[in-house]
């Protein structure tokens, strides 16, 4: 390769050859011939061989920018800048080149103007590739993190499909709406009236609550009868009423929102063939009618979580992680986010899918959720945890599952925070029938999970789906 310049005027120069400039040099495969940020000090040129050129990140994730082969040159970038290596140059196979010093690369370039030109044609040439490669990334980046309605519906829609379809063939299955087409009708008693037979001691006032809940504060003289022990408990109820009197009235009352207890404790009695069974109407005014006697709240059943409780122990460290900038921004922290609140949600639906009218009881405990929504809630809810837990374990809309759980986890945190501030003798119902306390670790370990969640939204950008396909975001781009 000779690089001439004619003469120009009366004074020409002579044509300049680069194996008279530099000296050749072998250079194995793999090789790093110039380092990303080092100080320039040569000028290459491919004789034989291929080299790549890329760039590094403090964390060794690596960019490719481009291929050479033979009878092309690098290192001219930073001769001409005058600072640090932009990229770093490698060798692909065995190659040969030839060294031109910063001196006589200098001396080239006044003596060689056509040699200038084609240099800033190839700067201005990578510019121009440059700037694509950058449109392009972000692009794809974008169409990466785009969210859509239809990821949401996609699965919540699947959670009620599932949800319902297996309802259908679960022997423990359970209505969509709680006493939706029951023919028998409860006759309800106004406070008021409730309140002129408790002072003529003209009735016979039953708790339908579960019987921490009934210790904890009921009205005085009221007998309890919870429902999830009605066949155990009621021949000595029905002694107690024949005692007292079956001429009396029986006004059942049960204080939660949703009015699960008291009306089924009253159609329980009235298809025993008790006379006289009224509900009261206002589930909540007793607490301000009636004298009532109270005590401290106990302690209510708890229940080792086993493996998934110590899971839930984890997401307590993800606090730690708001202080490491690099740690808290990995796309790999994101990974292990994913697969701990996937193990966690799909383990706790698992325990709650087949037995849908025991997390029904564990929902109205909460005093959150209206008659009609109890069961729909009860259904769904497992399904969507699973579903959800899935698509994070397998890497599908992992932005749109992160963002559901985290819907989830603040409902859950609001229910806990009522739950403390109101003293409620409740477990978290987790399991089933049982659970952990409710207290406020609880409430800590559902924030770290929330903290999650953020954090996939944010940066999760490793094993993923998107609709290009399946993404392997390893460390060479």
């Given at each position: 390769?000779?690089?001439?310049e004619?003469?120009?005027?009366?004074?020409?120069?002579e044509g300049?050859?680069?194996?008279q400039?530099?000296?050749?040099?072998?250079?194995?495969?793999?090789?790093?011939?110039?380092?990303?940020?080092?100080?320039?000090?040569?000028?290459?040129?491919?004789?034989s061989?291929?080299?790549?050129?890329?760039?590094e990140?403090?964390?060794?994730?690596?960019?490719?920018?481009?291929?050479?082969?033979?009878?092309?040159?690098?290192?001219?970038?930073?001769?001409?800048?005058?600072?640090a290596?932009?990229?770093?140059?490698?060798?692909?196979?065995?190659?040969t080149?030839?060294?031109?010093?910063k001196?006589e690369?200098?001396r080239?370039?006044?003596?060689?103007?056509?040699?200038?030109?084609?240099?800033?044609?190839q700067?201005?040439s990578?510019?121009?590739?440059?700037d694509r490669?950058?449109?392009a990334?972000?692009?794809?980046q974008?169409?990466?993190?785009?969210?859509?309605?239809?990821?949401?519906?996609?699965m919540?829609?699947?959670?009620l499909?599932?949800?319902l379809?297996?309802?259908i063939y679960?022997?423990?299955r359970?209505?969509?709406?709680h006493?939706?087409?029951?023919?028998t009708?409860?006759?309800?008693?106004?406070?008021t009236?409730?309140?002129e037979l408790?002072?003529?001691?003209?009735?016979?006032?039953?708790?339908?609550?579960?019987?921490a809940?009934?210790?904890?504060?009921?009205?005085?003289?009221?007998?309890?009868?919870?429902?999830?022990?009605?066949?155990?408990?009621?021949?000595?109820?029905q002694?107690?009423?024949?005692?007292?009197g079956k001429?009396?009235?029986?006004v059942?009352?049960?204080?939660t929102?949703?009015?699960?207890?008291?009306i089924?404790?009253?159609?329980?009695?009235?298809?025993k063939?008790?006379?006289?069974?009224?509900?009261?109407?206002?589930?909540?005014?007793?607490e301000?009618?009636?004298?009532?006697?109270?005590?401290?709240?106990?302690?209510?059943?708890?229940?080792?979580?086993?493996?998934a409780?110590?899971?839930?122990?984890?997401?307590?460290?993800?606090?730690?992680?708001?202080?490491?900038?690099?740690?808290?921004?990995?796309?790999y922290?994101?990974?292990?986010?994913?697969?701990?609140?996937?193990a966690?949600?799909?383990?706790?639906a698992?325990?709650?899918?087949?037995?849908?009218?025991?997390?029904?009881?564990?929902?109205?405990?909460y005093?959150?959720?209206?008659a009609?929504?109890?069961?729909?809630?009860?259904?769904?809810?497992p399904?969507?945890?699973?579903?959800v837990?899935?698509?994070?374990?397998?890497?599908?809309?992992?932005?749109?599952?992160?963002t559901?759980?985290?819907?989830?986890?603040?409902?859950?945190?609001?229910?806990?925070?009522?739950a403390?501030?109101?003293?409620?003798?409740?477990?978290?119902?987790?399991?089933?029938?049982?659970?952990?306390?409710?207290?406020?670790?609880?409430?800590?370990?559902?924030?770290?999970?929330?903290?999650?969640?953020?954090?996939?939204?944010l940066?999760d950008?490793?094993?993923?789906?998107?609709?290009?396909?399946?993404?392997?975001?390893?460390?060479?781009i």
């Open positions: 390769m000779e690089a001439t004619k003469p120009t005027g009366a004074a020409g120069t300049l050859k680069l194996c400039l530099g000296h050749e040099v072998s250079v194995p495969a793999g090789t790093r011939i110039v380092s990303q940020g080092e100080d320039p000090e040569f000028f290459y040129v491919i004789q061989g291929r080299v790549r050129v890329f760039r990140t403090a964390d060794r994730i690596q960019t490719n920018l481009t291929e050479l082969q033979a009878g092309a040159y690098f290192g001219e970038v930073a001769l001409v800048t005058g600072q290596r932009s990229a770093s140059v490698e060798a692909l196979e065995d190659s080149l030839i060294k031109v010093s001196e690369f200098d080239l370039l006044d003596q060689n103007p056509q040699l200038a030109r084609h240099i800033i044609q700067l201005a990578w510019l121009v590739a440059g490669r950058v449109e990334e972000v692009v794809h974008v169409k990466l993190r785009q969210l859509s309605w239809f990821d949401y519906v996609l919540l829609g699947l959670s499909v599932l949800s379809v297996v309802n679960n022997d423990n359970i209505p969509l709406i006493g939706w087409g029951e023919k009708a409860i006759p309800e008693i106004t406070l009236q409730a309140e408790y002072q003529k001691k003209q009735a016979i006032f039953v708790d339908a609550r579960k019987s809940f009934y210790s904890q504060r009921h009205i005085e003289g009221a007998s309890n009868l919870p429902v999830v022990l009605f066949d155990l408990m009621y021949p000595m109820f002694f107690m009423v024949e005692q007292e001429d009396k009235t029986l059942v009352y049960g204080g929102f949703s009015r699960r207890f008291d089924d404790l009253a159609r329980m009695l009235t298809h063939g008790l006379k006289n069974v009224v509900v009261l109407k206002d589930y909540s005014g007793w301000n009618g009636f004298p009532l006697k109270e005590k401290a709240a106990g302690a209510p059943g708890t229940l080792p979580l086993g493996f409780g110590f899971l839930e122990w984890l997401p307590l460290s993800i606090f730690l992680l708001f202080f490491v900038r690099p740690i808290w921004r990995s796309p922290l994101s990974v292990f986010c994913r697969v701990l609140l996937a966690i949600f799909i383990s706790f698992l325990s709650k899918i087949m037995r849908p009218a025991v997390f029904a009881l564990n929902v109205v405990d005093n959150l959720t209206p009609w929504g109890v069961n729909l809630w009860s259904l769904a809810l399904w969507a945890e699973l579903v837990g899935l698509f994070l374990l397998l890497g599908i809309r992992t932005r749109a599952a992160a559901l759980i985290g819907v989830m986890n603040v409902i859950f945190i609001v229910g806990l925070v009522n403390i501030l109101h003293h409620m003798p409740i477990n978290c119902g987790c399991v089933g029938e049982v659970g952990e306390p409710v207290n406020w670790i609880k409430v800590m370990k559902n924030t770290g999970m929330l903290i999650m969640c953020v954090q996939i939204f940066y950008r490793f094993l993923v789906l998107d609709r290009g396909g399946f993404i392997l975001r390893d460390r060479k």
